[in-house]
């Protein structure tokens, strides 16, 4: 005498495989859509970070400029201004500036701190693809230190960083930074 009882579990065993079929296609669904969407994510801030670092390199090269040749960005900056670099700035007097403000002289200081003059040496980067320029440099305000006997020019550098990036179809994407500096020539 033998007992069947497979018959009461047949029923079960479909049911159960197309649940968990289910489950394990809504999971797999799920991991597919977001890392899709992670990618996507990575992709635009990679592509911030090339325009932002591009932007960064622009003011370092201005800061380099700016140690490298300080009396002419301070000149520049007076004349620009509208004052003689060579008699003092007193802070707060009735100093009339000099007539007819020259901004050239500065245009002519930072039009040299741009990606166009230096040739890129990393492989698969072109010119078209990564750019970076100081659009504009301008004074703020000029004033001397008679105890220091300092001039002491406040200024503003404003940078332009440019990255394309084809992959993920972003295009060209731009970024401003702005960095104020203070600038001291001994009189």
């Known amino acids: 005498m033998t007992k069947n009882n497979s018959g009461s579990r047949s029923g079960i065993a479909l049911p159960l495989v197309l649940v968990f079929s289910i489950c394990v296609m809504v999971f797999t669904a799920s991991l597919v859509f977001f890392r899709k969407e992670s990618k996507q994510q990575n992709l635009t801030n990679v592509h911030f970070l090339q325009a932002n670092f591009l932007a960064q390199s622009a003011v370092q090269m201005m800061l380099l400029k700016l140690s490298a040749f300080p009396q002419e960005a301070c000149d520049a900056g007076v004349l620009s201004l509208g004052y003689c670099p ?3 700035i007193i802070a707060g007097s009735e100093l009339a500036p000099v007539a007819g403000a020259n901004r050239q002289g500065l245009i002519d200081f930072y039009s040299d701190c741009n990606s166009d003059r230096f040739p890129w040496k ?3 980067i072109t010119a078209a693809n990564w750019k970076f320029a100081t659009t504009d440099f301008k004074v703020i305000s000029a004033y001397t230190n008679p105890g220091e006997r300092q001039l002491i020019i406040s200024s503003q550098i404003t940078a332009l960083g440019e990255a ?10 731009k970024e401003e930074m702005i960095k104020t500096v203070k ?3 001994e009189n």
Do not use: H, I
Not at 164 to 173: K, Q, S, Y
């Open 86 to 88: 060579f008699r003092g």
């Open 122 to 124: 990393v492989p698969g």
């Open 164 to 173: 394309n990036l084809p992959r993920g179809e972003m295009g060209v994407r």
């Open 183 to 185: 600038l001291t020539r």
